[in-house]
């Protein structure tokens, strides 16, 4: 601010002040902006985490601190392990997960890898083509992601021939009624908001997947007449 004021080469201007006085607020406005998302991202990071950590402890749950699908060395190097012989179970249906926070996909992973063949993609853009590729049973898709966002990803899915039967859900932290609503109008079946509850999350998942194969049938037949 001084050095605005000398700048200017005003002892004492009214104008001037009101100028810095502006140039305040506005700084202060920025940098309270900037706490407020670094806290609010801080604290869903701190949740998953500590709801990995409780997952991790829960002896019923043995097997999901499995994740067969990624090569040693890769970003989950220092997941926890569990002997491969809890992991032999036969895995019928394919999850696609959609997703450019690491850590989330790491936890989804957690939760879904000994129960499904998982497909994923750090983008909408990616999740599409995989989506298309792979024709998964379900799919799970972030929304604020770089490329192409959840929500156009989730259009393209089910105005798509291919992927239109394909249940998907918009798993964010976005909380305002109107995101809520144009997910449900892009065709989204469910709408979860992060934090998650990852029980409540499996057992959504695992419904919409005990119905997979009636709506794949009429899916099948369409096509075919």
């Given at each position: ?124 853009e990616e999740g599409f083509k995989k989506a298309c590729e792979g024709v998964p049973d379900l799919i799970i898709t972030d929304i604020i992601m770089p490329v192409m966002d959840g929500f156009k990803c989730c259009q ?70």
């Amino acid at each position: 601010m001084t050095f605005i004021y000398f700048v200017t080469n005003s002892a004492w201007n009214p104008n001037t002040w009101a100028i810095l006085c502006g140039i305040l607020a506005v700084f202060l406005i920025v940098v309270l902006l900037t706490i407020y998302f670094i806290f609010r991202r801080l604290h869903i990071d701190l949740t998953i985490l500590r709801t990995v950590f409780q997952e991790q402890k829960r002896p019923s749950h043995p097997a999901t601190l499995t994740i067969s699908d990624i090569p040693p060395g890769s970003e989950t190097a220092d997941l926890p392990q569990v002997p491969a012989s809890a992991a032999k179970t036969k895995k019928q249906h394919t999850l696609l997960i959609i997703e450019d926070h690491l850590e989330i996909r790491l936890y989804l992973k957690l939760i879904f890898s000994n129960e499904y063949n998982l497909l994923m993609a750090e983008n909408g853009e990616e999740g599409f083509k995989k989506a298309c590729e792979g024709v998964p049973d379900l799919i799970i898709t972030d929304i604020i992601m770089p490329v192409m966002d959840g929500f156009k990803c989730c259009q393209l899915i089910k105005e798509n021939l291919t992927t239109c039967h394909i249940p998907v859900i918009l798993l964010t932290a976005l909380t305002s009624e109107t995101d809520i609503m144009k997910g449900i109008e892009l065709g989204a079946d469910d709408y979860i908001q992060k934090p998650f509850n990852p029980n409540i999350l499996r057992t959504k998942v695992g419904t919409f997947i005990k119905y997979y194969k009636i709506s794949q049938l009429i899916h099948t037949q369409i096509i075919a007449n």
